[in-house]
């Protein structure tokens, strides 16, 4: 069990649909990171998100959005899909006074766009 | 710039054999994460380094950070079916760079 949750597991979206992906932090945690990875590559971050505000960001274009909850669960959007766009989704928890004890990543959403 | 770039990409090794795989940066770097994903898993935090020359062991892991603090590597001695995976170093600390990792496959 990764202690954090994502859902769905698998999802299939046709080009320019919309879609969301939603995350369960481990408990404990106040700290959300959303990664995008590739076939065969490493996780790209995405942005991360504390205090119900997003932190920081990586170089990805404005149809990638989200949101975090009073309860600290957060959620990505992605708009206008991309075929580009299919790729595993991963979420990060973590507690914001420090990554000593590294970041608890879910099982993923793997994202198919057709 | 921020990258670090690890090799080699992949490494097949006899069980019982030896493993090394290697993250190199440009630039210094503040700490240097390691983690591990089973084929079809989620990445799996291993260890986080900070001090120039640290030396951390884990059972048969061993992490090694430079001491100009621009390499790391990741030593499995002795390795087993169950180390089968993609070896990933990752630079940063809110924004995690990481590198394409090194991916392990063991002959039985």
């Known amino acids: 069990d990764a202690g954090v949750t994502q859902s769905p597991t698998h999802l299939i979206k046709t080009r320019g649909q919309q879609v969301t992906l939603r995350c369960s932090p481990k408990?404990?945690?106040?700290?959300v990171s959303w990664y995008q990875q590739a076939l065969g590559q490493g996780p790209q971050f995405i942005f991360q998100?504390?205090?119900?505000?997003?932190?920081q960001r990586g170089n990805f274009p404005d149809r990638f959005s989200g949101h975090q909850f009073p309860n600290y669960s957060s959620e990505l959007n992605v708009n206008a899909l991309l075929l580009g766009d299919s790729a595993l989704y991963l979420c990060?928890?973590?507690?914001?006074?420090?990554?000593?004890?590294?970041?608890?990543f879910g099982s993923g959403t793997r994202l198919t766009v057709v | 710039g921020q990258q670090v770039m690890q090799i080699p990409q992949y490494q097949h090794v006899q069980e019982g054999e030896d493993f090394t795989t290697y993250c190199n940066s440009s630039?210094?770097?503040?700490?240097i994460q390691w983690y591990k994903q089973r084929p079809g898993g989620h990445p799996v935090f291993l260890i986080q380094l900070v001090k120039s020359g640290e030396v951390k062991k884990q059972k048969r892991l061993t992490f090694q950070f430079g001491e100009a603090k621009k390499n790391s590597s990741l030593h499995i001695t002795a390795t087993q079916t169950t180390d089968v995976g993609t070896y990933f170093c990752a630079r940063g600390a809110q924004k995690l760079v990481f590198g394409q990792g090194t991916r392990l496959t063991i002959n039985p």
């Open positions: 990060a928890s973590s507690l914001n006074r420090g990554s000593s004890y590294g970041y608890t």
């Open positions: 408990s404990g945690h106040d700290t």
């Open positions: 998100y504390y205090e119900e505000e997003e932190r």
């Open positions: 630039t210094t770097l503040s700490n």
